[in-house]
């Protein structure tokens, strides 16, 4: 009887943290957007009320006021190159890494495994300095090819750790029947590589969707402005607007929200396979 | 050569030329920029000045504040953000049907930037909480959560906690799913309390997933940039500018001494290797043992 109470308890305890702890986790957001819909005045009066009358007018002056629409192509064409740029570049070593047993080739592999452990604003000024020099700076392509030798090291060790437990024997057997190692490549290892490239794709275009330093230190023009650096700027222009700003920042969250909506059960998975290994 | 090298060499080229260029050669310049006493002005790169930048470093207050100030956070942040992780990823997994239904809400926060995040949390800390403390009288809320930096330290910490807990968990929920039922059934047959089966068999299992975590959570933390740029900017003052945050204002906003700036990011790099190193060592032998 007593142990049923204590199990009992224990029960509505945890209930309560859990629902405790997702109030606390979703409110900043609900909040946001609530008073995103509001007038300044009814934000300064009645922070947590329904709005009296929705203004999506804060909305539309946001839209019409800022390059959203050009900032969101801008940061979705970066993460679409650099993202491709990573998944090509890492595949064609991590394999053939794994696959060669040679000096030259643990030498490599240490290399890139080494460079995991470099903070980013360890190497951050010699970066400008070098891409000021090769005159990458400024660009969205240059800035993708930054992403891609910062991002490749890691997409390297996860595809050299998936390709050691594949079988070897298809390869060989393609090999017997007149492939090149191109041709290998692409035709028959690549396919097999499948489920690590989707890992390898969420893990890069989530962390360079909401990177902020290096667009910041490499980007100076608005048009070529992401969404995270007008975001800041906006932020800057409008202090203590709070209708206009919430109605950014939602705008900013959007995409996103509608991404992790649509394909959540595939970012899980990719997070929790990419740390795993 | 032998042939199998050749053909590496021709896939690693792309990789290996981007990487170098752009993680390798600035990761070395940054060794020798910091024996230089370059300026952003400085067309030459500035000259050769031996070690002064890393002995004027040893008198640099503000640099050793913003280290300490750093340090608090990641002992804060491993601490709580494995703990809390762990506890919601344990909860979790004892629901049945509202699983996903929590993995999602908790998830939700990591997918952000925390540039938004804390813009998002700048307006909570300054309006929505001297709201709540006017109306319903919590009088703990009623303090300057962002100009006092006695408060804004756990400002930035319950940003961080919030952004970043959801990672952890996702990560010990694998683990626990890795952990087999029968083991499980059999404890609990042979009448182990759930208290016990929690410490003595779920425990060493997970050992492996506690070790990433606490490393996770330690390389993360001291690298804490978006989180204080976007809340405090550092300030009041320089009350909570991190180390990164001192690295970049010196380099990029102050007086642009890049040599000098170098000299900091040699010892943050130096510091996070150490300490990630001694704790992968430590926690793996422990592992080992239990």
New interface residues.
């Given amino acids: 009887m007593r142990a049923n109470i204590l199990a009992l308890i224990g029960k509505v305890v945890?209930i309560v943290?859990?629902i405790a702890?997702?109030i606390?986790?979703?409110s900043?957001?609900l909040?946001?957007v609530l008073?995103s819909l509001k007038t300044n005045g009814e934000?300064y009066t009645n922070?947590?009320s329904l709005p009296e009358k929705i203004q999506w007018n804060n909305y539309i002056d946001v839209f019409q006021k800022t390059n959203y629409l050009r900032s969101l192509l801008n940061t979705f064409l970066l993460v679409l190159m650099s993202v491709s740029?990573i998944v090509?570049?890492?595949s064609?070593?991590g394999?053939?890494?794994a696959r060669?047993k040679?000096k030259?080739?643990g030498l490599?592999f240490g290399?890139?495994v080494m460079?995991m452990?470099?903070?980013?604003?360890?190497?951050?000024?010699?970066?400008?300095?070098?891409?000021h020099d090769?005159h990458v700076q400024g660009s969205l392509w240059g800035l993708a090819?930054?992403y891609?030798?910062?991002g490749?090291?890691m997409a390297?060790f996860l595809y050299h750790g998936f390709t050691k437990n594949i079988p070897k024997e298809i390869e060989e057997a393609a090999l017997i029947d007149g492939c090149n190692?191109f041709q290998l490549?692409y035709k028959v290892v690549f396919p097999i590589l499948r489920p690590i490239t989707a890992t390898i794709v969420i893990l890069n275009a989530?962390w360079i969707?909401?990177?902020?330093?290096l667009p910041l230190?490499m980007i100076s023009d608005k048009n070529r402005y992401t969404l995270?650096l007008s975001?800041?700027m906006l932020?800057g222009q409008y202090t203590s607007d709070?209708s206009q700003?919430?109605a950014i920042?939602i705008m900013?969250?959007l995409p996103?929200?509608i991404?992790?909506i649509f394909l959540?059960k595939h970012?899980?998975k990719g997070?929790?396979d990419g740390?795993?290994k | 050569m032998k042939n199998s090298n050749r053909i590496l060499l021709i896939f690693c080229l792309p990789a290996f030329l981007l990487y170098s260029t752009f993680v390798l050669y600035p990761a070395l310049g940054g060794f020798w920029y910091s024996l230089t006493n370059w300026n952003g002005l400085d067309p030459t790169y500035g000259d050769y000045v031996g070690f002064s930048n890393y002995k004027e470093l040893l008198g640099d207050e503000n640099f050793k504040q913003s280290l300490l100030f750093t340090s608090k956070y990641v002992i804060y942040m491993v601490i709580l953000q494995n703990i809390i992780a762990l506890l919601l990823a344990v909860i979790i997994e004892s629901f049945e049907k509202t699983k996903n239904v929590f993995r999602t809400i908790f998830f939700f926060p990591n997918m952000i930037s925390m540039i938004v995040g804390g813009f998002i949390w700048l307006f909570i800390f300054t309006r929505v909480f001297p709201y709540l403390a006017d109306t319903i009288g919590l009088m703990i809320l009623d303090e300057s959560w962002i100009g006092n930096p006695q408060y804004s330290f756990y400002s930035i910490l319950i940003l961080s906690l919030w952004g970043s807990v959801g990672y952890l968990m996702i990560i010990y929920i694998a683990a626990l799913q890795n952990i087999p039922k029968q083991l499980l059934e059999a404890a609990r047959i042979d009448g182990a309390s759930k208290l016990q089966i929690n410490w003595h068999i779920v425990r060493p299992l997970i050992a492996n997933s506690i070790t990433i975590g606490v490393f996770i959570a330690l390389s993360t933390s001291f690298k804490v940039f978006d989180q204080v740029y976007a809340l405090t900017g550092g300030g009041p003052g320089r009350a909570t500018q991190v180390v990164s945050l001192n690295i970049f204002s010196e380099a990029f906003a102050m007086q642009s001494r890049f040599g000098y700036a170098s000299a900091k990011a040699v010892v943050l790099f130096v510091l996070i290797l150490g300490i990630t190193l001694i704790q992968l060592l430590v926690m793996k032998r422990k592992e080992v043992e239990m």
């Fill in positions: 945890v943290f859990i702890a997702s606390f986790t979703l900043p957001i909040l946001a008073n934000i922070i947590l740029g090509f570049a890492a064609l070593a394999y053939k890494l060669t040679t030259l080739s490599f290399l890139f460079s452990l470099i903070p980013f604003h360890s190497i951050m000024i010699g970066l400008v300095r070098v891409t090769l090819i930054v891609v030798g910062i490749s090291p390297i190692e490549y989530l969707w909401n990177d902020f330093l230190l995270l975001t800041k932020f709070w700003i919430l920042l900013a969250l996103i929200v991404v992790y959540q970012i899980v997070i929790s740390a795993i």
